[in-house]
């Protein structure tokens, strides 16, 4: 079963930003680094998270870049490669070693295949939830189907994306994507991450940064360039087989274009009965499969 244990709390700065951050486990232990996504919280690691200490690791969840407590970027990069350069600076910063493990969800996934490409020697294993790599993204992206999906990435491209982010749009997206999970919880910690107007035009930034490449710093140019690359570190994929943000269907039809993108090693999965957020609708299984992964903490 689950273990839904309270997570300790605490602020720490890494590469000149002050992030938010929740954490479970021996502070001696390899550092098991886990990203969030979009609309949700560091919060949604919480079925996770004392799983991973009870098998040693140091569990850390940072709120990512501009997601309030974290602060918002002075430099407002909301690039991929800017979330990679965060996780890589979050694993100096809480002493993390070879052996520290990488898990992300939704834009956690893409900050995490990037982070480990970019600085395969930080990071021993990987595992990335809901969003495949790049190479499989641009394959998959333009079908119709998947086209209306993604509606909301045009959205955020508009003047209007602030105006559109109520708390009832972000409920409508989550049952989209995940069609009778209940959210309520979660999407109300999302909307207190959006504590001000400048948090909200940080999670729309993400995918302003997506589309728009004149966004791109420089200083995150090696991290960057590392979003489409295969990486080198073994990674384990787990895709809802109902999932509502990206159809399954199309990323699975051929499983070993899917893993080609992955580093050697890699693996692909589906979890049935789970849509987007398919560690919140399924923990004890994709639990499970994390920790099979992963493996105990070497110590």
């Not at 938010?20 to 021996?26: C, E, N």
């Not at 919880?185 to 504590?195: P, S, T």
């Not at 489409?228 to 051929?254: Q, V």
Request: net charge negative.
């Amino acid at each position: 079963m689950t273990r839904d244990e309270p997570l300790a709390s605490g602020l720490v700065t890494a590469d000149g930003l002050e992030f938010g951050y929740l954490t479970s486990g021996p502070a001696s232990g390899p550092l098991a680094l886990c990203l969030h996504g979009f609309p949700d919280s560091a919060h949604t690691w919480r079925h996770l998270m004392p799983e991973l200490a009870a098998a040693g690791y140091r569990a850390v969840a940072p709120f990512m870049r501009g997601y309030a407590p974290t602060a918002i970027p002075k430099d407002g990069a909301y690039q991929t490669g800017a979330l990679a350069a965060d996780a890589n600076a979050l694993h100096e910063v809480f002493g993390g070693e070879g052996d520290a493990v990488l898990i992300g969800h939704d834009w956690g996934a893409s900050a995490a295949y990037a982070a480990s490409a970019s600085a395969p020697e930080r990071w021993r294993r990987v595992v990335t939830l809901a969003v495949p790599p790049m190479g499989t993204i641009l394959q998959a992206f333009f079908t119709y189907e998947q086209l209306k999906r993604s509606f909301y990435v045009f959205l955020m491209q508009t003047p209007l994306a602030a105006m559109a982010m109520t708390e009832d749009f972000v409920a409508g997206l989550w049952n989209d994507w995940s069609p009778g999970h209940a959210a309520a919880d979660d999407v109300a910690r999302f909307m207190e991450c959006m504590a001000t107007p400048a948090h909200m035009e940080a999670a729309i930034g993400y995918y302003r940064a997506m589309l728009d490449s004149s966004r791109h710093l420089p200083r995150y140019g090696a991290e960057q360039n590392a979003t489409s690359a295969p990486g080198e570190r073994p990674t384990l994929y787990l895709h809802g087989a109902s999932d509502g943000c990206f159809g399954a269907d199309a990323l699975f039809a051929d499983r070993d274009a899917l893993t080609g993108h992955l580093p050697p090693d890699s693996r692909a999965e589906l979890v049935p009965d789970a849509g987007h957020f398919l560690h919140l609708e399924r923990p004890d299984e994709v639990n499970r499969r994390v920790l099979d992964w992963i493996g105990p903490a070497r110590g």
